[in-house]
């Protein structure tokens, strides 16, 4: 499985963006599905994930702010970010686990100007 992150860029805090997340192939909606992010000089932090059947999962500390889903039709995970802080300014990783081996997207830079 190939995740291909895009969406990422610059914006005024206060802001939105939409990341989105193209995998190479039909994964499964019972399969979770995340976003993870990772700041300077920070270790890579858990966002969102998602999977059929249930509630989405969020952080606290984008709870409120951040919404996960998914178009299982295009193969595709999406993370609309609104309200966005500084503290939100990292590179931000797709993620998956097929068959029990994780599989990661590129990341895609995401800053967050005050």
């Known amino acids: 499985v190939q995740l291909q992150a895009s969406g990422g860029g610059l914006v005024q805090a206060g802001g939105s963006l939409r990341l989105s997340c193209a995998a190479s192939?039909?994964?499964?909606?019972?399969?979770?599905m995340g976003w993870y992010r990772q700041a300077p000089g920070k270790q890579r932090e858990f966002v969102a994930s998602?999977?059929?059947?249930?509630?989405?999962n969020y952080a606290d500390s984008v709870q409120g702010r951040f919404t996960i889903s998914r178009d299982n039709a295009k193969n595709t995970l999406y993370l609309q970010m609104n309200s966005l802080k500084p503290d939100d300014t990292a590179v931000y990783y797709c993620?998956?686990?097929?068959?029990?081996?994780?599989?990661w997207g590129q990341g895609t830079q995401v800053t967050v100007s005050s």
């Open positions: 192939r039909t994964i499964h909606s019972s399969v979770v």
């Open positions: 998602i999977r059929s059947g249930r509630d989405p």
């Open positions: 993620e998956t686990n097929v068959e029990s081996r994780d599989y």
